[in-house]
């Protein structure tokens, strides 16, 4: 089984349409999408969900109005100012502030706030016509992202080992935070999605930095390569003193927006030029 990781620096690169056709063309693999905060590769797989699971990040506390005195010393200990008063004069906790350090249980005179498991998100096994996807919604202003991915990634890997599939390919998040940490930990190689602009080479240059930190081969691909040669250049500079291969560059090609707009991976929009560079990255990939 081998574990293909899709990320960029940045957000907006083009990351997920190539994962996507990377999907369309390994036929039959394990999905994964990684992009937990922002998950988006629902839009051109279309996946029917067949199972949901509930994901619960860390505890958070919860206020028994019986035993509750309302003396307010739980208040005054709260850095997170998430425990509120309401209409009725009692206390409540705002789940979205608090952090679950669970200061308040300790400092309750009356032990009446114990902490209690939450529900942060969801994560779903789901099947598309290129094979079983799993993903997931991490809730708004949520946090363990990092702890969700790997929640993710485990089942993605458990399916394709159960059903002998060959790959796994995982659409990871942008950026170099906990959830790419987490999205980059044992796979086998990274393709880093760039663009030729002063950000996406600077943020490039970050996550190949991590990449390697975790041991992790990395290669890249340059999206919407024409659209700057200079900054084209600087970034095969780059990967030249890295030794980073480049296993391919798009042209900036309109039938992209189109095949989002019509939710289809671009493999299987249209056949020019444009797939013919993704093909060979496919071929790339597998050799690498």
Same mark, same amino acid.
């Given at each position: 089984?081998?574990?293909?990781?899709?990320?960029?620096?940045?957000?907006?690169?083009? @990351?997920?349409?190539?994962?996507?056709?990377?999907?369309?063309?390994?036929?039959?693999?394990?999905?994964?999408?990684? *992009?937990?905060?922002?998950?988006?590769?629902?839009?051109?797989?279309?996946?029917?969900?067949?199972?949901?699971?509930?994901?619960?990040?860390?505890?958070?506390?919860?206020?028994?109005?019986?035993?509750?005195?309302?003396?307010?010393?739980?208040?005054?200990?709260?850095? %997170?100012?998430?425990?509120?008063?309401?209409?009725?004069?009692?206390?409540?906790?705002?789940?979205?502030?608090?952090?679950?350090?669970?200061?308040?249980?300790?400092?309750?005179?009356?032990?009446?706030?114990?902490?209690?498991?939450?529900?942060?998100?969801?994560?779903?096994?789901?099947?598309?016509?290129?094979?079983?996807?799993?993903?997931?919604?991490?809730?708004?202003? #949520?946090?363990?992202?990092?702890?969700?991915?790997?929640?993710?990634? @485990?089942?993605?890997?458990?399916?394709?080992?159960?059903?002998?599939?060959? %790959?796994?390919?995982?659409?990871?998040?942008?950026?170099?935070?906990?959830?790419?940490?987490?999205?980059?930990?044992?796979?086998?190689?990274?393709?880093?999605?760039?663009?030729?602009?002063?950000?996406?080479?600077?943020?490039?240059?970050?996550?190949?930095?991590?990449?390697?930190?975790?041991?992790?081969?990395?290669?890249?691909?340059?999206?919407? %390569?024409?659209?700057?040669?200079?900054?084209?250049?600087?970034?095969? *500079?780059?990967?030249?003193?890295?030794?980073?291969?480049?296993?391919?560059?798009?042209?900036?090609? #309109?039938?992209?927006?189109?095949?989002?707009?019509?939710?289809?991976?671009?493999?299987?929009?249209? *056949?020019?030029?444009?797939?013919?560079?993704?093909?060979?990255?496919?071929?790339?990939?597998?050799? %690498?």
């Amino acid at each position: 089984m081998k574990q293909i990781l899709v990320i960029s620096g940045k957000g907006g690169t083009g @990351k997920t349409v190539v994962a996507a056709c990377l999907a369309v063309l390994a036929n039959k693999s394990v999905i994964a999408d990684c *992009d937990v905060d922002a998950a988006d590769l629902h839009l051109l797989l279309h996946p029917e969900i067949k199972q949901t699971r509930i994901f619960t990040g860390l505890p958070k506390a919860v206020i028994d109005q019986e035993k509750c005195t309302s003396c307010g010393e739980c208040v005054e200990v709260c850095k %997170y100012n998430a425990i509120l008063k309401n209409d009725e004069l009692q206390f409540r906790i705002d789940t979205i502030s608090c952090e679950g350090c669970a200061v308040c249980t300790h400092i309750c005179p009356v032990s009446a706030i114990f902490m209690t498991k939450h529900e942060a998100g969801q994560w779903f096994i789901s099947e598309t016509q290129f094979g079983t996807m799993v993903h997931a919604k991490l809730g708004i202003a #949520e946090e363990n992202s990092g702890m969700l991915v790997t929640t993710v990634r @485990k089942e993605a890997q458990a399916i394709a080992q159960k059903n002998n599939l060959e %790959y796994v390919i995982i659409d990871g998040p942008p950026g170099i935070g906990c959830p790419v940490i987490a999205s980059l930990t044992g796979v086998d190689i990274a393709l880093i999605v760039t663009e030729p602009t002063l950000s996406g080479i600077h943020d490039m240059t970050r996550v190949l930095k991590l990449a390697n930190s975790l041991g992790i081969k990395a290669a890249c691909v340059i999206n919407k %390569y024409d659209i700057n040669i200079n900054n084209t250049e600087k970034i095969s *500079d780059l990967c030249h003193n890295t030794e980073t291969p480049i296993l391919g560059q798009i042209p900036y090609d #309109e039938s992209v927006i189109e095949s989002i707009v019509a939710g289809v991976p671009l493999t299987m929009h249209v *056949d020019n030029n444009t797939t013919a560079v993704l093909k060979q990255i496919w071929q790339q990939l597998k050799e %690498y």
